[in-house]
């Protein structure tokens, strides 16, 4: 189960729960079961139960979740050629920069912050994308066939 079912399925039995609740405070209520004077409590108790759960729903019950690792290896894969492509028209280019930089925009873009545990996954992600990179000192095979 990923992330963002999990949040729907949080979110799902957060109602469920709420409903439940104020349905059983209502026909307590009416029953005289339950003490009108007491509702102010509950209802807290409630509140308070809701803004726990709150935080791991994150801004929204049902907003996207950004897995940080997987964009940061797609966009190191792509950053790198295009590092590559440029140092391939400029020698002069900062190839390693060049990509970790396009990996931080793109993360920003997404809405995450680049904190220093963040910036060294980054650079982890552009020295594995390198890697797979084919060499550029040599020059590409032909095979022939005969």
Known sequence: MNVQNLNICLAVINVLLFAGALTALVVG???KVVDPSKVDSVLHTAESAVETVKPLLGATPLAPVVNVVEEALRAAETGAKYAEQ???NNSDVDRK???TEY???TMKTLG???TPRIAQMIDGAVEAAVLLLPDTKTAPTTTTLA
Request: proline content about 0%; aromatic content about 6%; cysteine-free.
């Open 103 to 105: 990996v931080a925009n």
């Open 29 to 31: 209520i009416k029953k």
């Open 112 to 114: 995450v912050e680049v």
């Open 97 to 99: 920069a060049v990509a």
């Open 86 to 88: 440029l140092y391939k």
